[in-house]
């Protein structure tokens, strides 16, 4: 998948030479909220800190209507602030409802009701706005995703299609992202998407560090599998695990379909098999995910070379790793590195 992060990390360097003010969210509910999601959002931007230990994000909750908002469970929340928060937002955030799965609701009939199209109107023109769930059929009913890939959770999808048909809806995926409108299929790809915006934002450095902070895993690819088919190994079934675990340690070395379904004792046609069916991508495209993953990696924390990076990450050759984050990212080692940990002659500062 490629991620899209180019225009807004640019736009974050072009300003690293002054502090700048905490990137605020904004977090639209709805009666019959999913508190999980509305938690999900506070928690992982809540967590991102600078190298100085200095927050990064100021998040703010807000309803059509400020006051006691009914959840989907048999406790409310009073929410402090009206829709005059997103006026001033960098990024809206629009979860789940309840709502969402009741015939007869605007979402179920594909239009905005009036003060939902007035909240939307608030929003300032180049704010990233993205939804989790059917928070899509928000985004769907503004016309925001007109043109543009989306998804939602894998049981609305025929409701999405008929209400929706100018949306390119891929069912298959955990997240979308598609310049400044992005899409979550469903709770917990939330967090993977809110985790890929702090990526966005901040690099690789700061985004692992949220993930160790609430125990998530640190990046899970938009394009993989929103539902996998067996996402815990049966008992007395043989997983994956061990050999994804030896790769992570020795990526730097050529690694082969073969070497891997050695290590668990099993023919390169069943590995391959049982290794998408518990991650939902074929190892190779893991493998590669991982790869980049750690080139970014050092690419912030490090000033090795990008042909010691290269070799470091397994892909071999500058040329190669080149390619590689071109494709997945749009830009090259160089940009990358200067993007998120600034120009030599700032670093030196």
């Excluded at 969402?100 to 704010?127: F, K, N, V």
């Excluded at 890929?196 to 902070?213: K, P, T």
Aim: with cysteine; hydrophobic share 40%; proline share 5%.
């Amino acid at each position: 998948m490629v991620t899209m992060c180019k225009d807004r990390a640019m736009r974050e360097t072009a300003r690293n030479g002054g502090p700048r003010p905490r990137h605020r969210v904004a977090v639209l509910v709805r009666e019959g909220m999913l508190p999980i999601e509305v938690g999900i959002v506070h928690r992982i931007f809540g967590e991102a800190r600078s190298a100085d230990g200095e927050l990064l994000y100021e998040l703010v909750t807000c309803a059509l209507v400020p006051g006691e908002v009914r959840t989907d469970t048999d406790f409310t929340v009073n929410v402090a602030h009206g829709v005059e928060a997103l006026e001033g937002a960098d990024t809206v955030v629009i979860p789940a409802s309840s709502a969402d799965y009741d015939p007869g609701t605007e979402q179920r009939e594909g239009r905005l009701s009036p003060a939902m199209a007035d909240a939307l109107g608030r929003i300032r023109p180049g704010t990233r706005i993205a939804s989790i769930c059917t928070g899509s059929f928000v985004l769907a009913a503004a016309g925001l995703l007109d043109g543009r890939r989306a998804t939602t959770h894998w049981r609305s999808v025929d409701d999405f299609r008929r209400l929706f048909p100018a949306v390119e809806l891929d069912a298959d995926v955990l997240y979308t992202h598609e310049g400044d409108v992005l899409t979550a299929a469903g709770v917990a790809s939330g967090a993977d998407l809110c985790l890929h915006m702090v990526r966005c934002d901040h690099g690789a450095a700061v985004a692992n560090d949220v993930a160790r902070r609430t125990v998530v895993p640190p990046h899970r690819e938009g394009g993989q599998a929103q539902y996998i088919r067996r996402p815990v190994p049966e008992p007395q079934v043989s997983s994956t695990g061990a050999a994804r675990a030896w790769a992570l340690e020795h990526l730097d070395r050529p690694l082969s379909l073969r070497e891997l379904a050695a290590r668990e004792a099993m023919s390169v046609r069943t590995f391959t098999r049982r290794f998408r069916e518990e991650v939902g991508m074929s190892p190779v495209q893991w493998l590669t995910q991982q790869r980049i993953e750690r080139a970014r990696q050092l690419l912030e924390e490090t000033e090795l070379t990008v042909d010691r990076i290269a070799a470091e990450a397994g892909f071999g050759t500058a040329a190669s790793l080149r390619q590689h984050l071109q494709t997945a990212l749009g830009v090259s080692p160089r940009a990358y590195r200067s993007t998120f940990r600034g120009p030599v002659e700032l670093r030196a500062r």
